[in-house]
């Protein structure tokens, strides 16, 4: 199948799978950014698809994928603290009543450990917790999947032992 004729199926399905977007989103905006991604991945997996199989299917599979792995970021991205956020008592006690000021220190520290960590932990380290699978790491920061997996592992071990005071 050429790119031309794989174009002309893919447009035949647009309609279907912006109905299929606006299940998942129920916003026509989030729905129509949910098709873009699906058809920039479509177009970059073009040499993938198999002529003979269901594009239709295919291409709700790509959707379905890239929503799910979407929500999982956003799910992990409101829960994870990133090396540039800093946590406030808000965040960690809202509605408790503990020690405010032993959460500051704890906090403080918390803040002080990531900011030292070498990029190259802390970026892969950032990144895992925000949601990204460990291979779309390894192409964002071109590096082989098992450097990143040891890169995350040592950040964790860097970060266990400085806050070794708090477990």
């Known amino acids: 199948m050429?790119?031309?004729n794989f174009e002309i199926q893919t447009s035949q399905h647009s309609k279907?799978?912006?109905q299929f977007a606006y299940s998942f989103t129920r916003d026509i905006?989030?729905?129509?950014?949910l098709y873009q991604d699906t058809m920039l991945k479509a177009y970059s997996c073009f040499n993938q698809y198999q002529p003979n199989t269901n594009l239709k299917s295919w291409l709700f599979t790509i959707m379905?994928?890239?929503?799910?792995?979407?929500?999982?970021?956003n799910k992990r991205r409101s829960g994870v603290v990133t090396v540039k956020d800093e946590f406030t008592q808000s965040d960690l006690s809202s509605g408790c009543t503990k020690n405010r000021a032993e959460e500051t220190f704890v906090?403080?520290?918390v803040n002080?450990?990531?900011a030292k960590l070498p990029c190259i932990y802390a970026d892969p380290f950032v990144m895992y917790f925000e949601g990204y699978k460990y291979q779309e790491i390894a192409e964002k920061l071109k590096t082989p999947i098992g450097t990143v997996k040891t890169r995350i592992h040592l950040a964790r071990e860097i970060l266990?032992?400085?806050?070794k005071a708090y477990s």
Request: net charge positive; proline share 0%.
């Open 107 to 109: 906090l403080g520290d």
């Open 64 to 73: 379905k994928n890239i929503f799910i792995n979407q929500y999982r970021r």
């Open 2 to 4: 050429t790119m031309i």
């Open 112 to 114: 002080k450990v990531l």
């Open 16 to 18: 279907a799978l912006l």
């Open 160 to 163: 266990k032992k400085k806050l």
């Open 29 to 33: 905006v989030n729905a129509e950014d």
